[in-house]
């Protein structure tokens, strides 16, 4: 009787993970789209850009906070994608972010962190990321 529920678990479970592989292999992948598999993304540009941020004095942190990150070296592919820069920590835990559309033209763009009241002395890393 184990012998005859062994191999009817085995057949059971071959239909199963046969249908299951045929539907995932139906899923397809785009760099405009989300679904299972992988697929090469191409970066809009092969630079690396570079970040600075200006601090202004707060007494209510207390102690300096970011206020614009300036971000250069834009290339003419990346034109008005949309951008996410996060400001992290040590841990590259996000302090705060900023979302926008990078320009139509130029090299640099910058994004406003002051209402974010992020602590200049946390921050140890800016990350950008531009899509689209």
Avoid: W
Wanted: charged share 5%; with cysteine; proline share 2%.
């Amino acid at each position: 009787m184990t012998v005859r529920r062994a191999v009817v678990a085995l057949l059971v479970s071959g239909v199963v993970f046969g249908a299951i592989y045929g539907l995932a292999a139906s899923l397809g992948v785009s760099s405009s789209s989300l679904g299972a598999g992988n697929s090469s993304v191409a970066a809009c540009q092969g630079a690396t850009l570079t970040s600075s941020y200006a601090t202004a004095y707060d007494s209510t942190i207390p102690g300096y906070k970011v206020g614009v990150v300036t971000v250069s070296g834009l290339a003419s592919t990346c034109y008005s994608k949309s951008f996410r820069i996060a400001l992290v920590n040590t841990s590259n835990t996000s302090l705060g972010e900023v979302t926008g559309t990078a320009p139509s033209s130029g090299t640099t763009f910058t994004a406003d962190f002051t209402s974010s009241n992020v602590s200049a002395a946390s921050v140890t890393g800016v990350h950008v990321l531009i899509a689209g």
